[in-house]
C-alpha cells in the first residue's frame, strides 16, 4: 500500500500563488508517475499535471505556463506550483500514484491522497 499526504491547500485572491504538495509512504518502489487531479463542485475530476519518475511532466492546458509539477525523489514528495490563480482554480486538488509511465487518465492511478481545498477569490 501506498499512502498519500496533500498539504498546502488555502484561500488566495486572484493572481495569487499557492504551493501544494504530496508526501508518499509505504511500497513506493514501483510508483513511477505521480500526479495532480481536481474536483471542482458539481464536476467530474480532472487532470491537472502529471510527473514521471524521470521528470517527464504533462499538464492540461488551463494550467500551461502558470503551474509547475516537480518531484523530489529523494523526499518521496511532489510539488505543485501554482501562479496566477484564476477563480476558476478553486476545487479539491488531489495528489495520485501509478505505477504505469507517463499515466494520464484518473483510472490509471492505483493511490489517491485525501485531497486538499484551493479556493480562489475574485
Known amino acids: 500500500q501506498v499512502q498519500l499526504v496533500e498539504s498546502g491547500g488555502g484561500l488566495v485572491q486572484a493572481g495569487g500563488s499557492l504551493r501544494l504538495s504530496c508526501a508518499a509512504s509505504?511500497?513506493?518502489?514501483?510508483?513511477?508517475?505521480m500526479g495532480w487531479y481536481r474536483q471542482a463542485p458539481g464536476k467530474q475530476r480532472g487532470l491537472v499535471a502529471t510527473?514521471?519518475?524521470?521528470?517527464?511532466?504533462n499538464y492540461a492546458d488551463s494550467v500551461k505556463g502558470r503551474f509547475t509539477i516537480s518531484r523530489d525523489n529523494t523526499r518521496n514528495t511532489v510539488y505543485l506550483q501554482m501562479n496566477s490563480l484564476k477563480p476558476e482554480d478553486t476545487a479539491v486538488y488531489y495528489c495520485?500514484?501509478?505505477?504505469?509511465?507517463?499515466?494520464?487518465?484518473?483510472?490509471?492511478?492505483?493511490?489517491w491522497g485525501q485531497g486538499t481545498q484551493v479556493t480562489v477569490s475574485s
Open positions: 509505504g511500497s513506493i518502489l514501483n510508483i513511477n508517475t
Open positions: 510527473i514521471t519518475s524521470g521528470g517527464d511532466a
Open positions: 495520485a500514484a501509478s505505477e504505469v509511465r507517463l499515466a494520464v487518465l484518473p483510472g490509471t492511478y492505483d493511490y
